[in-house]
C-alpha cells in the first residue's frame, strides 16, 4: 500500500545532541511537510517542500533544519535539542498545496 | 494570524446519537477543509475534505461547508464507541500563506456505551 513511512517511531537523546528524524512516502507527491506535536495541542507547523521549493515557517526554531534529497524522502534534523523539543514529530505529503495531507504514524521524541 | 476555531469540548454524545462537530475559520482566502481523527498517541487520520459548499457524505459521517458564514461542520451519525477520537478541523490559507495548514485546537468526542 501507499504510505507514508516515518522512522524511527520512537527516538531518545541527550540534552544538546544531535538527532535525525526521517520520512518516506511511495504516494509520490509532490509537497512533504513536517510538523510537531505536543500533548493536546494542534500540529504546529515547521517547514514545507513544495517539490525541491523549501518553505520555512517564520517561528520554525534555528535549531531546526530540514532537507529533501529527492522526491521520496525527507528528513528533519534537530541540532541541540532542548528539554522544550519534546514532541510528536509528524511528516505529511500531498499532491499539492490544495489536496489533502496525509500523515505518517509520528517520531515520538524525548529528551533526556 | 489565521485561525480556525472549534467549538469548545468535549463533546460526550450516547452510542447510536449524531455528533455535532463545528468550526468556524477567518480567512476567507480558505478553499479547502479537512476533518482528521486523532486517536491518543497516534497521527492524525483523514476522514472527511470539502471543497464546495454544501454537504458531502461517506458513509456515516457528513461534511457542511458555508463560505459565506465561513462554517465548517462534521456530522457523525450512529457514533460507536470506536468513533472516540479528538477531531481536527483543518483549513488551508490563501494569501501569501498558501499552502499552510491551519489547524483547530480539536474537540474531544466520547461516545459512552
Known amino acids: 500500500d501507499a504510505m507514508v513511512i516515518q522512522n524511527p517511531r520512537y527516538q531518545v537523546t541527550q540534552f544538546g545532541k544531535p538527532v535525525t528524524l526521517s520520512c518516506s512516502q511511495t504516494?509520490?507527491?509532490?509537497?512533504m511537510y513536517w510538523y510537531q506535536q505536543k500533548s493536546s495541542q494542534a500540529p504546529k507547523l515547521l517547514f514545507h517542500?513544495?517539490?525541491?521549493?523549501?518553505?520555512n515557517e517564520a517561528d520554525t526554531p534555528d535549531n531546526f533544519q530540514s532537507r529533501r534529497p529527492n522526491t521520496s524522502f525527507c528528513f528533519l534534523d534537530i541540532r541541540s535539542p532542548g528539554l522544550g523539543d519534546a514532541a510528536m514529530y509528524l511528516c505529511?505529503?500531498?499532491?499539492?498545496?490544495?489536496?489533502?495531507?496525509?500523515f505518517g504514524d509520528g517520531t515520538r521524541l524525548s529528551i533526556l | 494570524q489565521k485561525e480556525v476555531e472549534q467549538n469548545s469540548g468535549p463533546l460526550s454524545v450516547p452510542e447510536g446519537a449524531i455528533a455535532s462537530l463545528n468550526c468556524t475559520y477567518s480567512?476567507?482566502?480558505?478553499?479547502?477543509f479537512f476533518w482528521y481523527r486523532q486517536y491518543s498517541g497516534k497521527s492524525p487520520e483523514l476522514i472527511m475534505f470539502?471543497?464546495?459548499?454544501g454537504d458531502k457524505e461517506d458513509g456515516r459521517f457528513t461534511a457542511q461547508l458555508n463560505k459565506a458564514s465561513q462554517y465548517v461542520s462534521l456530522l457523525i451519525r450512529d457514533s460507536q464507541p470506536s468513533d472516540s477520537a479528538t477531531y481536527l478541523c483543518?483549513?488551508?490559507?490563501?494569501?501569501?500563506?498558501?499552502?499552510?495548514?491551519?489547524f483547530g485546537q480539536g474537540t474531544i468526542l466520547t461516545v459512552h456505551p
Open positions: 505529511a505529503t500531498s499532491r499539492s498545496r490544495t489536496q489533502p495531507q496525509h
Open positions: 504516494l509520490n507527491h509532490n509537497v
Open positions: 517542500y513544495y517539490d525541491k521549493d523549501f518553505n
Open positions: 480567512d476567507r482566502g480558505s478553499q479547502s
Open positions: 470539502i471543497y464546495s459548499n
Open positions: 483543518a483549513g488551508y490559507e490563501g494569501g501569501t500563506s498558501y499552502g499552510k495548514l491551519t
